[in-house]
């Protein structure tokens, strides 16, 4: 057994946005743009210099069972659940929390929101 220390993660940081379209009239993050606030905090990572590997990765993800508190993002290891409504929240996820690694408080989905 080998007595070395584990690697470190692959990325600092994952945010997934939840693109999830539902076709029978429920509520769906995909009905907030959700697929543009995911294009614009993915071109504001890459163009803050946070993209790659040991830094950040913008992921896509389906449903996330949050739909209530949505649209949401889901920024792990932290696993910080935010929502937001315009390309300002997005901007202000990028800058305090994958780059500075402060939690935005205000854009926090509350516990014990789902479907």
Known sequence: MSSAAPSP????RHIFFCLNQRDNGEACCADHDAQGAFDHCKSLV?????????????NKAGCLDRCAGGPVAVVYPEATWYTYVDRADIEEIVESHLKNGQVVERLLVPPGVGR
């Open 9 to 12: 993660s692959y990325f600092k």
């Open 46 to 58: 890459k163009k803050a210099g946070l993209a790659g590997p040991g830094q950040v990765r913008v």
